[in-house]
């Protein structure tokens, strides 16, 4: 089993910026993808970014150019800087990893971009 926990969210003005991070414990030496997905109110989950051991990542299209995903896998780590943050960016963020068999998530942090 792989446990998830996030940190980082909170509220910021539009045009700021936040990072999140994920850090992974338990069986987590079998993490191939880590990443972050994002749930807005009345809205599905939709990918954010993802980032497999290799380094190999994975963009949601309409972040690419703010969102920077990045990964520590000595420590089981993974990071999104956020910049230039916008209302529509509010949403729940929950971490997400995929040992080859499952799926793991976290348990979500929100971020809340408003003046």
């Known amino acids: 089993q792989v446990q998830l926990v996030e940190s980082g969210g909170g509220l910021v003005q539009p045009g700021g910026s936040l990072r999140l991070s994920c850090a992974a414990s338990?069986?987590?030496?079998?993490?191939?993808?880590m990443g972050w997905y994002r749930q807005a109110p009345g809205k599905e989950r939709e990918l954010v970014a993802v980032?497999?051991?290799?380094?190999?990542?994975n963009y949601a299209e309409s972040l690419k150019g703010r969102f920077t995903i990045s990964r520590e896998n000595a420590k089981n780590t993974v990071h999104l800087q956020m910049n230039s943050l916008k209302p529509e960016d509010t949403a729940v963020y929950y971490c997400?990893?995929?040992?080859?068999?499952?799926?793991?998530w976290g348990q979500g942090t929100q971020v809340t971009v408003s003046s």
């Open positions: 338990g069986s987590s030496f079998s993490i191939n993808t």
């Open positions: 997400h990893a995929w040992d080859y068999l499952k799926n793991y």
């Open positions: 980032m497999a051991s290799s380094g190999f990542t």
